[in-house]
């Protein structure tokens, strides 16, 4: 029987998911199919469940159903705990494994497709949701020689690296104490784009930036890379390569292979500027 994967959200309108592990599993010489299930808001349980039954074998989960997916786990991995958040689950008899991949599809992106090494550099990751609470231990991982989570509200960063337990080299502040700090990579994980907005950003963190990352992506010169590309940015990218490196890594935990990505992420791309 061909093997079920599925995508949950609230909406789901856009998903490109099925597309992109269609295509891994073509090339990869995989059988399984993979839709898109839209849950009602208070229906996750009942919808994943619903699934499970019918043979599902795994699935990944967007928003806002995250932090539920986390919880129906009976064990996670070491990211998803920091994260309290799951973007991808393994159905294995009563087994529910919970794992957050979208963290280490943003370091991929940067450090394989993008060329940008993260090891002894200097990182400003802005936003303490979600998004940003997800990539902090795969930017760990790399060795940074600082590693910056500022944010909006200062007490959402502070509590986000209280539960570090890792760290000199890691920091947590407000927006404007940023004032006069430069970075060698800037990640924007808010969500101020989606809504045209740009987070209260410095120019100075950009001056000596060889990189700056939107997690958004599809959305063209937003305002932060806008921000970034004035001040001469020279690489200005969007979230596409880390949703399809999210993928492979969720591809990978279900199927034990990993896709390539690269022509995947060619097909999904649109021009920045
Ligand atoms: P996600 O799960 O996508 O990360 P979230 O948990 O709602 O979404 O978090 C949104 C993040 O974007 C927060 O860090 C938020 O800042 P606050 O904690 O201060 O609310 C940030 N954000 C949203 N709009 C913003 C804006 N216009 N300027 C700066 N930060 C913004």
């Known amino acids: 029987m061909t093997d079920q994967y599925a995508v949950f959200g609230n909406p789901l ?4 998911s099925p597309q992109i592990h269609s295509s891994f599993a073509k090339k990869t010489n995989q059988d399984l199919e993979y839709t898109a299930i839209e849950a009602s808001l208070n229906g996750f349980n009942t919808a994943i469940q619903k699934f499970r039954k019918a043979g599902g074998c795994g699935a990944n989960i967007t928003a806002p159903f995250k932090l539920e997916a986390f919880a129906m786990a009976t064990d996670a991995s070491e990211r998803a705990k920091l994260a309290g958040a799951a973007n991808t689950l393994l159905f294995d008899g009563e087994r529910v494994f919970a794992d957050m991949t979208d963290g280490v599809g943003l370091v991929n992106d940067l450090v394989k497709n993008l060329g940008i090494s993260l090891t002894g550099k200097r990182i400003l990751l802005v936003g303490a949701g979600g998004a940003a609470r997800g990539a902090i231990l795969p930017f760990i991982n790399e060795k940074p020689s600082l590693l910056v989570l500022a944010n909006r509200t200062p007490s959402k960063a502070h509590d986000i690296i209280n ?6 080299n890691i920091r947590a502040c407000g927006l404007e104490e940023l004032t006069e700090q430069s970075f060698d990579v800037v990640i924007n994980a808010t969500s101020a784009s ?8 410095p120019k100075s963190v950009f001056l000596e930036a060889e990189a700056a990352y939107e997690l ?4 063209g010169l937003t305002p932060f890379l806008a921000l970034a590309k004035n001040a001469n940015v020279k690489v200005l990218a969007d979230g596409v390569g880390m949703l399809v490196e999210q993928a492979a890594e969720a591809f990978s935990i279900w199927r ?3 896709p390539e990505t690269q022509e995947v992420i060619k097909t999904l791309k649109i021009p920045i500027e």
């Open 194 to 201: 989606l809504t045209g907005q740009c987070p209260a950003l």
């Open 13 to 16: 309108g856009h998903t490109k």
């Open 256 to 258: 034990n292979i990993r």
């Open 163 to 168: 539960a570090c337990q890792h760290q000199d």
């Open 216 to 219: 958004a992506y599809g959305k």
